[in-house]
């Protein structure tokens, strides 16, 4: 069992618990994507990829997102999603939640592969703008984590990181906000 089934599920990122914030956003609107394309059920879904339903609702709902599960189940619901997209872009969106959950939590050395690879580096900025410029009515995540995604990625902007460029980027990305 992966340390992420192991703690409580929450269901929701909340700023109230500002220890450790868990992006699923990306990776769960992939999957209902192709849940609603298939015009199946969260358990439809799983048996199709041979994985619980239970593995499926918690990558759907945040309490373990893609980018934690175990590698066996991650792979296996990357090949469900690839009946109608290439892997890349289920592992994509999920490389992305996890990069967003690293600039949340404050991390200024983190994984940022997805944005240097020529392979997924465009696909990664176009998610990455998806995620946090749309209409807060619409937004993937909520106004208040895009304010503190902004406030975060200007401090890895400043740190002088080797990672500082992500959070440059980010900034980039974020809308403006209210003073």
């Known amino acids: 069992m992966s340390p992420a089934r ?6 929701q990122l909340a700023l109230e618990d500002p220890v450790e914030h868990r992006v699923a956003e990306l990776s769960a609107s992939l999957l ?4 609603i394309t298939y015009g199946e059920t969260q358990e439809e879904f799983a048996a199709r990829a041979g994985v619980a339903a239970e593995v499926v609702a918690d990558a759907l709902g945040g309490t373990c ?10 792979t296996a619901i ?6 109608i997209w290439p892997s ?8 992305c939640d996890l ?4 600039v ?3 991390d200024h050395v983190m994984a940022t592969d997805v944005l240097t690879d020529p392979c997924t580096q465009d696909l990664a900025r176009a998610l990455l703008r ?5 209409d807060v009515q619409d937004s993937l995540l909520p106004e208040d984590l895009i304010t503190l995604l902004a406030d975060r990625a200007a401090a890895l902007a400043d740190s002088g990181s080797p990672d500082a460029w992500v959070g440059a980027e980010l900034l980039v990305a974020c809308p403006r906000r209210q003073s």
């Not at 192991?6 to 269901?11: C, D, L, S, V």
């Not at 209902?32 to 849940?35: Q, S, T």
């Not at 997102?65 to 991650?74: C, G, H, K, S």
């Not at 990069?99 to 690293?102: M, S």
């Open 6 to 11: 192991e703690r409580p599920a929450t269901g």
């Open 32 to 35: 209902r994507a192709v849940m």
């Open 65 to 74: 997102p893609a980018w934690a599960l175990p590698y066996d189940e991650f």
């Open 78 to 83: 990357a090949d469900a999603v690839a009946a």
């Open 88 to 95: 890349a872009v289920f592992e994509t969106a999920a490389a």
């Open 99 to 102: 990069l967003l959950t690293c």
């Open 104 to 106: 949340l939590n404050g």
């Open 130 to 134: 998806t995620a946090i410029t749309t």
